[in-house]
């Protein structure tokens, strides 16, 4: 059995800023962490950004701070005992705490198609499979419009790959962009060499020994040496389900971040907290939200009292365009646009019922 003052499940983003967090409050005290990937925390937005501009991957390393702190690698949590306040993993390994931070992040959406070597693009070892295979392949085929499907087509495009992207949308981030601006982004996208199946979905995909065959709803069949799936995740909240937490899109928090267990706090991409500015319960899955509410939650299993008020920034980058967002972002919402270069420069605003938000 370990033994620790604070106990973190999930190993990424989040987990480093708590431990950082931590740190501003109580420098000595012991901190385990349960991480189901083989490395230390790391930024996952270079994977799908900067890596494939040349920065160096030894860039991505969080710095997590090393003195009194355990991590246990390629482990996940199976239980949580509320009473003994105990966490058990699947190697059967049993971890005592007087805190317990739940930072266990979501799975990716998958296709319902068993047919091997589909990268669900997410995680490290997801970006070193892809650029090997970028090495040495050419066709890829990527499923999605959004965020993840968008970053990864635009990196491989710079990279000279050949690919095709395939979503059920009639433009590239059509759920969030404007329809004029998604517009664009199609054609700019068709202008770098990347072929843009909208309004289309996957009927099939199998293998033909190396190539993977891809039919479209459309019927057209395409031929890759690589799928790539960017299609969501969802929070993992099974855990904290099974231990009579109080579950909601997420796992739902105070403002000091704590679930309905006053010993047990949840932070990152499963956290659904109540935002001040926008008058509601949300739930993000950026970078920004990981950093800030990880060092808020740390800092208050400490003994800290600091609510959670921020409302997160996120971001993305699309060949050289780019942009930085705040608050809710829907297209179905009124949006006002003021282009300085239209669709290339400037600020969209989104409102709803007179107020932007």
Request: charged share 25%; hydrophobic share 35%; aromatic share 10%.
């Amino acid at each position: 059995m370990a033994d620790y003052q604070y106990l973190i499940i999930g190993g990424g983003m989040t987990a480093d800023a708590a431990v950082k967090g931590i740190r501003e409050v109580d420098t000595t005290d012991t901190i385990g962490i349960i991480a189901a990937e083989p490395h230390r925390p790391y930024s996952r937005p270079p994977l799908s950004k900067a890596l494939w501009k040349g920065e160096p991957v030894d860039n991505i390393w969080r710095n997590t701070p090393k003195e009194h702190v355990e991590i246990h690698f390629e482990r996940t949590a199976t239980g949580i005992d509320t009473k003994k306040k105990a966490v058990l993993d699947n190697h059967g390994t049993s971890y005592t705490y007087n805190k317990l931070l739940l930072a266990t992040g979501g799975s990716v959406r998958r296709l319902p198609y068993k047919v091997d070597g589909i990268i669900y693009f997410r995680t490290l070892d997801d970006y070193q499979q892809l650029r090997s295979l970028a090495a040495k392949v050419q066709r890829f085929v990527i499923i999605g419009g959004g965020f993840i499907g968008s970053e990864i087509a635009a990196a491989l495009a710079l990279n000279k790959k050949t690919v095709t992207m395939i979503f059920p949308e009639e433009g590239i981030g059509s759920r969030v962009y404007p329809p004029g601006l998604s517009q664009y982004l199609n054609g700019l996208y068709q202008s770098k060499g990347i072929e843009v199946l909208t309004k289309n979905g996957v009927e099939k995909i199998d293998k033909d020994g190396p190539v993977y065959r891809v039919r479209t709803t459309s019927g057209r069949e395409l031929h890759a040496d690589a799928v790539v799936a960017g299609i969501g995740i969802t929070p993992n909240v099974d855990l904290a389900k099974a231990a009579g937490l109080s579950v909601d899109n997420g796992i739902t928090v105070d403002e000091f971040l704590k679930t309905s267990n006053p010993d047990i706090y949840a932070a990152g991409d499963v956290a659904n907290f109540y935002n001040p500015s926008l008058g509601k319960r949300i739930r993000v899955e950026h970078e920004d939200n990981a950093n800030t509410m990880g060092h808020t939650a740390g800092a208050n299993m400490a003994g800290g009292a600091v609510p959670y008020h921020h409302l997160p920034f996120f971001y993305s980058d699309l060949f050289e365009l780019g942009y930085e967002a705040v608050g809710e972002l829907d297209a179905f919402m009124d949006i006002v646009e003021e282009w300085k270069e239209k669709y290339r420069e400037g600020v969209i605003y989104y409102l709803m019922d007179g107020r932007v938000r």
